[in-house]
Structures are given as structure tokens and as C-alpha cells.
């Protein structure tokens, strides 16, 4: 490497490093709100008056996402249809069903995305997916496997209560409903929990605000299906964030919008998404009977590396030529150059950094390519490493900064000063606008008690939030000592495989489905954790140092917002990555001894 070259990466890591520091708050999540009561309502669906239920179930699942969804379905492949899903929303889905804002779409390729395609006999029409027809499939799935029947929609729980004696859950909800069922199964989601900024005067504006996650297109005109906003052509609008969310709306609001003002405080690093209809004969030629499986676990193959030992190294296989794969792939090759005998956090970190200056550069390089006014690229350049925040994929985001109507209001890292009841100021210049859409993102909650709001009490009547106050402790982040027959599906302590999430879904409700088979036929009524298998396996993710490490990023959801808790170490996933966790998971499952359980009859 050549003297130049280095100078100039060392500037970048120092700027890096710079704004960082600007942005770093020390009320961490603490900075944010919640919406409020009025905010957060459905605008999709009308609630429908019901009876109370008081009855029975075998297995209780709280949440219709994914999650919720795919446990149902393995559950129904091995003939348990005794299964009650619920969820505060009016259907399946989860952030599907709520994020209908425009252009919002997956950014895993749909042919993974969707999960169940065999079963369900689904073609994707795009290459990665419009929350439509995502939307449409988790409904398909609920119909498939017969997960309406006994779901309960706007229904949120209030406490499940373990009852030792009779050996079940007892589960009262805000409808009035009180019921029991053998099993329990938490899938509340870690998106699932819109935040807003903890502005000053927020709550004095007296135009139109709403999140994106309940979009209003009463006010902004459109549907999901066909988001062209023609209320918009007399509006002032401001959005506020410029994370994913905003990254796909950006473009469509921009498009009718008498004027939009884009406030930054951070920008995101923006690739082309390059999104097209799938090709009929080309799926065809790759829907083979286990299809899905051969192309998640490529698709897996290339994210692992990133995490842990020991890296493999097969080629990449990316068949589905998926940008952010790609990207997988890049930075995996770029840990393993650094020779075997030396490759610890250290000298990952360092080959790393040397990657992100080129990475940075070649982002910075197409945003300056697509944006016509030199002031406003800048702007728009983001200055951390690729890890620090997801990277966004998107045709349209930069381009809206090219119509006339469309102005960015870059903060410095420093956010929107105030609102007032007519105006956003920022930067001291105050923005008269209709209307702010917060394109505030969610809260995080990798953390599971962020998104737990009930009591769930088990033996002994602990609760699930004290038992935690330590940190999470678990079995494959499924069991927990202490509460029974009771499962949580997150990210924590288990694959951590956020990349293609279902594929982490749909590995935890297998083995949740075959433990409560196992069960059944073996005329067994309690399973639960052995506490000294529950032991080992959170301390060992605690002793995993982060790979590659992140805590020098600019803060943001994925770090935690520059948190520094001790707790956080429990969050991560197994030290073998995703592939070696679902490797030992399927031994784990062949074996059919359930190491780490204790059963009971
Ligand atoms: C816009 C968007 C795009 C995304 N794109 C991708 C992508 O391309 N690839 C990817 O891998 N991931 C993506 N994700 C992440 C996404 O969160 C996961 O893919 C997945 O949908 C999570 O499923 P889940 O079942 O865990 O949670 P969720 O989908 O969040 O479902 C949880 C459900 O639990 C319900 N709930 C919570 N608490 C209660 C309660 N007390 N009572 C009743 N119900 C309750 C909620 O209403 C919610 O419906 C995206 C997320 C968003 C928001």
C-alpha cells in the first residue's frame, strides 16, 4: 500500500471516528418516545366486537409475525391444530401488516424471504418482495395450515401465569379472554414497537404527523397497492430520519409533494437495488423439491464467517445475486485474509477498517454520481464502517433529490432542534410544513424485554422481566430455568441470523414443534431447561467478544445507541455464527435425546 492511499485512510477512519462523537447521546434509548395512544392506532383494520374466549388450547403462540406464523405451520406439519395465535394487530403478519408506508419492501430476496414456497406453491412476482404480496403470503400460510381458526386479532396479553399444579399457562388479554394452554410461546418481534424522537415541542405541532409504520393515505392519497400520493400536490411535508424506512418512501413521497423536507441527522449508505420480476422458466429450472432449503443454507453460508469461528472457506455462492450477500461475501473474504494463525478480533478489526475506506469510498462515489447538486451529495455521504448500520439498497431514494420540490436539511449528526405547533426547526431555521411523517424507526428489541409488556410468570410466580434483569439467559435462546413448556423465539443467544430472518424462524418453530411431538407421544406434561445447561450456554455467549467488533461505530440501533451495558454481551449469538448454529441445532434435533431438557410425566 502505497503512502497516499494510507494518509488518506487514516483520514477517513479519523472522521469515522469524529462523527461518532457527535452523535453519541448519553440518554442512549433513552432519547426516543413511544407513540402516542392516538398515533398508534390500526389503521387497517376495523376492530370487531367478540365474546370473551375461556377455553383450552394445546400451544399458545403470542404474536402473528413470522415468528408466530412458521411455529404454527411445524406444528400443523406434525398434526398438533390446537394452536392459538395472538396478536394486537387485525391479521397476520406483523411488520408486514403494519409497515404498508410506500415502496416498502424486503431487502432479502423474496425467493428466501417468503418462506414456504414449496408448501404453499407461491411464485414471487419481484426479486425482493413489496409488502403486498408479503403480506398476502403470511395470510396464505395462516389459510395453508389452518392458523385462523382459533387466532385472536387486536388482542394483546396481559399476563401468562404458569400453574405448576395443573401443569399449563393460564393467559388473560385486554378482550376479557381467559384461557389455558399446555404450551407457551413468545415471538413479540424486535421491530414491533414504533419510536419517536424525544423532539422538544413535539407534541405541540398541530398539522398531520403520523409514523410510517401507520401510514395515513387518507391524508396522503394511494393505497399499499398503489402508492401514488395524489393528496400530497398542495402539502408542505417533512419526514423526519433517514434510515430504511425513509430510504424506500423518500422516493414516492418526493414524487407528489408540493415540497419535501428530508431531515438528517444521520445519513445512510444507499446502493442500487436493481428490483425486477422474477422470471417465470428461471424459477422453474431452480424450484426443485428442496429448493428453499439448498438456497438458505447458501445464502446462510455466506453471512457465516461474519460472526465466528471457524471460518469457512468454501467459495460464496450467492445464486441468488443478492447484493447484500454479496456484500456478506466481500467482507468475509476480507477476514479471511487475514492468515488463520493471527486472526483474533484485533487483526480482524484492523483488515476490516482497511475494507470499509474502500467500501465508503465506492458508496460515496454513486451517491456523488446520483445526485445532481454537488452541496446536497456531500451532505448525503455517510461516514462509518458497513457494519455500524444496515446497508440500503434502493433506485429511487437519491434521484428524489433532483426534483425540485425535494430539499435536505442535514443536521450534523445533531437532529431537529424543535417543533413548534406550525413548524420543524432545525439548524436554527424554522421549516413551516402540513405535515411530518416520522420516519423514526423502531425500538430495538434484540433485547426481548424491550418488546415484552406483560407479565409472564413462572415457577414460583417469578417474573420473566426480573428473572432477565440480569440479562437474558436461555437454551438456543428458546428455554428459560424457571418457566415450563414456555419457548421465546428472538435473536438472542441462538443463530442471530438477522440477515434472513424466517430462516431463523423457521429453525425455531421445528425444533419447538418436535419437543412438543416428542411430548405428545411420549405422554409427557412439563419440559424445562436444566439449569446448569442454561448456565453454560449463556456464559459462553457472554465470553464471546463481538466479531467483527462494533463498538466503535456511530451509534444506532445495531450498537445499541453507543450503549456500553455489560448485559448486552448476552445478546449476541452463538460463537460458530449462524451455519454452525443451525449445523448443531439439526444434530441436536437427529439425536432425539434433547440434551438440556428435563422432561416430566
Ligand atoms: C419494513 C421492514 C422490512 C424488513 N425487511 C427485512 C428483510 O428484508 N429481511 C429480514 O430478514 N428482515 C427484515 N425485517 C425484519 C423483520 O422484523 C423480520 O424479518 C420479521 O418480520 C420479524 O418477524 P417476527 O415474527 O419476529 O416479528 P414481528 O413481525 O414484529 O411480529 C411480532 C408481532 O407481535 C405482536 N405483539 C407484540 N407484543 C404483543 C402483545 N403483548 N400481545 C399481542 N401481540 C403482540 C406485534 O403486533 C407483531 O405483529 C424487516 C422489518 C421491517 C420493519
Redesign the pocket.
Known amino acids: 500500500m502505497n503512502d497516499t492511499i494510507q494518509l488518506d485512510a487514516d483520514a477517513v477512519l479519523r472522521r469515522f471516528a469524529e462523527e461518532r462523537e457527535k452523535r453519541l447521546r448519553p440518554e442512549g434509548f433513552g432519547q426516543y418516545l413511544g407513540l402516542t395512544q392516538d398515533m398508534d392506532r390500526d389503521p387497517w383494520t376495523e376492530r370487531q366486537e367478540r365474546p370473551p374466549v375461556a377455553d383450552h388450547v394445546t400451544f399458545t403462540f403470542?404474536?402473528?409475525?413470522?415468528?408466530?406464523l412458521l411455529t404454527g405451520a411445524e406444528l400443523a406439519k406434525r398434526g398438533i391444530h390446537d394452536v392459538r395465535i395472538?396478536?394486537?394487530?387485525g391479521d397476520f403478519g406483523?411488520?408486514?401488516?403494519?409497515?404498508r408506508y410506500p415502496g416498502?419492501m424486503?431487502?432479502?430476496p423474496a425467493a428466501l424471504?417468503l418462506p414456504l414456497l414449496e408448501e404453499t406453491g407461491h411464485m414471487p412476482s419481484m426479486k425482493y418482495a413489496f409488502q403486498p404480496e408479503i403480506l398476502e403470503h403470511c395470510q396464505r400460510i395462516g389459510r395453508h395450515f389452518g392458523l385462523y381458526d382459533k387466532a385472536l386479532f387486536h388482542?394483546?396479553?396481559e399476563r401468562a401465569e404458569w400453574d405448576e399444579a395443573a401443569r399449563l399457562w393460564r393467559i388473560t388479554t385486554d378482550r376479557g379472554d381467559s384461557f389455558t394452554s399446555t404450551y407457551l410461546s413468545l415471538?413479540?418481534?424486535?421491530?414491533?414497537t414504533p419510536k419517536l424522537p424525544g423532539i422538544h415541542g413535539i407534541e405541540k405541532f398541530k398539522g398531520k404527523a403520523f409514523h410510517a409504520a401507520r401510514w395515513d393515505y387518507a391524508y396522503t392519497g394511494g393505497s399499499p397497492a398503489d402508492p401514488r400520493l395524489d393528496k400530497l400536490t398542495d402539502k408542505r411535508v417533512a419526514v423526519i430520519g433517514t434510515g430504511?424506512?425513509a430510504i424506500q418512501c423518500i422516493g414516492p413521497v418526493s414524487e407528489t409533494a408540493k415540497e419535501l423536507y428530508v431531515f438528517q441527522r444521520t445519513p445512510s449508505a444507499v446502493s442500487p437495488r436493481g428490483n425486477g420480476p422474477v422470471d417465470e422458466a428461471w424459477f422453474r429450472s431452480i424450484a426443485t423439491p428442496g429448493w428453499q432449503k439448498r438456497y438458505n443454507d447458501a445464502y446462510v453460508r455466506d453471512w457465516t464467517g461474519l460472526w465466528g469461528q471457524p471460518f469457512s472457506l468454501e467459495p460464496s455462492l450467492d445464486p441468488l445475486d443478492d447484493d447484500f450477500a454479496k456484500f456478506a461475501a466481500r467482507l468475509r473474504s476480507v477476514i479471511l485474509s487475514v492468515p488463520a494463525e493471527i486472526r483474533n478480533p484485533v487483526t480482524v478489526k484492523a483488515a476490516l477498517d482497511k475494507a470499509s475506506v474502500d467500501i465508503v469510498s465506492e458508496v460515496h462515489e454513486y451517491i456523488r454520481g446520483m445526485v445532481s447538486d454537488p452541496d446536497t451529495a456531500e451532505k448525503l455521504l455517510p461516514w462509518y464502517r458497513p457494519l455500524c448500520k444496515r446497508p440500503t439498497f434502493n433506485d429511487d431514494y437519491l434521484h428524489a433529490y433532483n426534483r425540485p420540490g425535494t430539499r435536505l436539511v442535514d443536521t450534523d449528526g445533531k437532529g431537529v432542534e424543535a417543533i413548534t405547533e406550525t413548524a420543524v426547526i432545525a439548524n436554527g431555521t424554522e421549516y413551516p410544513v402540513d405535515c411530518i411523517i416520522y420516519a423514526s424507526g423502531?425500538e430495538f428489541a434484540k433485547d426481548p424485554l424491550r418488546?415484552l409488556?406483560?407479565e409472564v410468570l413462572g415457577t414460583g410466580g417469578i417474573d420473566l422481566r426480573s428473572h432477565w434483569a440480569q440479562g437474558v439467559r436461555s437454551l438456543h435462546g428458546l428455554h428459560t430455568r424457571g418457566f415450563p413448556n414456555m419457548f421465546t423465539?428472538q435473536l438472542a443467544q441462538g443463530a442471530d441470523f438477522?440477515?434472513?430472518?424466517?430462516t431463523g424462524?423457521q429453525d425455531a418453530g421445528e425444533t419447538i414443534a418436535l419437543i412438543v411431538d416428542h411430548m405428545r407421544q411420549q405422554g409427557l406434561s412439563r419440559v424445562e431447561v436444566e439449569e446448569a445447561d442454561e448456565l453454560a450456554w449463556s456464559q459462553q455467549i457472554a465470553a464471546t467478544p463481538p466479531m467483527p467488533d462494533t463498538r466503535d461505530c456511530t451509534p444506532g440501533l445495531l450498537t445499541f445507541e453507543g450503549g456500553t451495558d455489560p448485559r448486552i454481551a448476552l445478546l449476541s449469538g452463538v460463537p460458530e455464527g449462524p451455519r454452525g448454529f443451525f449445523a448443531m441445532m439439526a444434530g441436536w434435533k437427529l439425536s432425539g435425546d434433547f440434551a438440556g431438557l428435563e422432561f416430566q410425566q
Open positions: 403470542v404474536g402473528g409475525g413470522w415468528a408466530g395472538i396478536d394486537r394487530a406483523g411488520v408486514w401488516y403494519w409497515n416498502v424486503c431487502d432479502s424471504y388482542t394483546s396479553v415471538g413479540l418481534g424486535f421491530f414491533s430504511a424506512t423502531f418488546a409488556k406483560f423465539v438477522a440477515a434472513n430472518v424466517p424462524w
